[in-house]
Structure formats: C-alpha cells, structure tokens
C-alpha cells in the first residue's frame, strides 16, 4: 500500500515538473497492449491475504484481439512472501500454456524484481532460487516464449483476478470468458483505455 502511494505520489510530480507530451507518452506505456499476430499474452498477478496465510492467483491469457481466451482464480496456502506469491502465480502461468500447447506467449508480471531475477543468466541462490530456477529453464526450451515486465495499469485484469481468488478461497477456470469481476477492465484494454479504479 505504502509503495502504491509513493508511486502516485511521483507520478503527479512528474505531471506537474514535466511537461504533458512525455507524461503522456510514459501513461500510454502503462495500459495493457495487444499481442502481435499469431501471439498470446498471459498475464498474471499475486494477492496475499497475510490473516489467512494464503495467496491467491490472477491469470488471464488473451490472443491479438484482446479476446479472453482462458482466465485463472487459484489459491496457495501457507504463502505470504510477495515475491513467492508473484513467482508461483507465473508458474502456473505456465503450467495452463504449457498444458494448451500454446507456442508463441508473452508472459507480462508486474513485479520487476521477480522478472529481472528471472531474466538473469546466472543462477538465482536465494532462498526462493529454486522456483526461480525451475522458471528459468522452462523459458530456455520454449524459445518463443518470453517474460517482460508492465506497470499495474497493464496488468488489471490479473490483479482482480488475483483478489477475486482470495474471494472464492478455491480455483477455478473459465474458458473464452471471466468472472464478473474483470469484465469493465477486459473491455478497457480492448478499446485502449486506461482503467484507473481500483
């Protein structure tokens, strides 16, 4: 929550020290942005409810369109790290692509740091190295697979998911839809709209 705020908080400051073209620009990199052809855009978020020792799961996959090909609400027990969270809801990410034999996916997280970790050649020694690791080598044999940070406001559709998750305290998938929940943010990011509500 504190950082979310410090976020805002420079974001307003560079509107109002900037000038508007490039803080235009920089809020157009935020909203979510279709896959090219032939690709398909998975992505996924982590929430913690830190009372109940659980984490839950936000995944969406969409195709060029911007049309919800699959979305996930799925729970974990006994997780409260949030970079653990983050890093199991990406490997269930791509368990579901794996699974759909789906062959050319970007993979979009908004947690640079568990992106950068796994971006990194060299091996992750942290006490959480072995998931990372695990990542890792499912990337280096899906050639056309690839993993690239994006700002919250690019990742909305996940990120209620993930909250929603915690809402119905078990997993669940749709196919070619989603729950109620993610409807008003799934219709944004086709039309290219920034969603501002939380």
């Given at each position: 929550?504190?950082?979310?705020?410090?976020?805002d908080?420079?974001?307003a400051?560079?509107f109002q020290?900037?000038?508007?073209?490039?803080?235009?620009?920089?809020?157009?990199?935020?909203?979510?942005?279709?896959?090219?052809?032939?690709?398909?855009?998975?992505?996924?978020?982590?929430?913690?409810?830190?009372?109940?020792k659980?984490?839950?799961?936000?995944i969406?996959?969409?195709?060029?369109?911007?049309?919800?090909?699959?979305?996930?609400?799925?729970?974990?027990?006994?997780?409260?790290?949030?970079?653990?969270a983050?890093s199991?809801?990406?490997?269930?990410?791509?368990?579901?692509?794996?699974?759909?034999?789906?062959?050319?996916?970007?993979?979009?997280?908004?947690?640079?740091?568990?992106?950068n970790?796994?971006?990194?050649d060299e091996?992750?020694?942290?006490?959480?190295?072995?998931?990372?690791?695990?990542?890792k080598?499912?990337?280096k044999?899906?050639?056309?697979?690839n993993?690239?940070?994006?700002?919250?406001?690019g990742?909305?559709?996940?990120?209620?998911?993930?909250?929603?998750?915690?809402v119905?305290?078990e997993?669940?998938?749709?196919?070619e839809?989603?729950p109620?929940?993610?409807?008003?943010?799934?219709?944004?990011?086709?039309?290219?709209?920034v969603?501002?509500?939380?």
């Amino acid at each position: 929550m504190v950082s979310e705020g410090l976020e805002d908080y420079k974001s307003a400051q560079s509107f109002q020290d900037g000038d508007a073209a490039s803080t235009t620009a920089r809020v157009q990199l935020k909203k979510w942005q279709k896959p090219g052809v032939n690709e398909v855009k998975a992505n996924w978020d982590a929430a913690i409810n830190m009372e109940a020792k659980r984490m839950g799961m936000g995944i969406v996959i969409r195709d060029e369109e911007g049309e919800v090909l699959v979305s996930i609400c799925d729970v974990r027990k006994h997780v409260v790290d949030p970079a653990l969270a983050e890093s199991w809801a990406l490997w269930k990410a791509l368990e579901i692509c794996n699974e759909l034999a789906l062959s050319k996916v970007i993979f979009e997280g908004d947690v640079a740091a568990v992106i950068n970790r796994i971006n990194k050649d060299e091996e992750d020694q942290s006490w959480m190295g072995h998931i990372l690791e695990d990542i890792k080598q499912v990337f280096k044999g899906k050639r056309e697979w690839n993993v690239r940070f994006v700002p919250r406001d690019g990742n909305r559709v996940a990120h209620l998911l993930a909250k929603h998750a915690l809402v119905l305290g078990e997993g669940k998938i749709w196919i070619e839809e989603g729950p109620y929940v993610i409807c008003n943010a799934v219709l944004h990011d086709k039309k290219g709209n920034v969603l501002n509500d939380e």
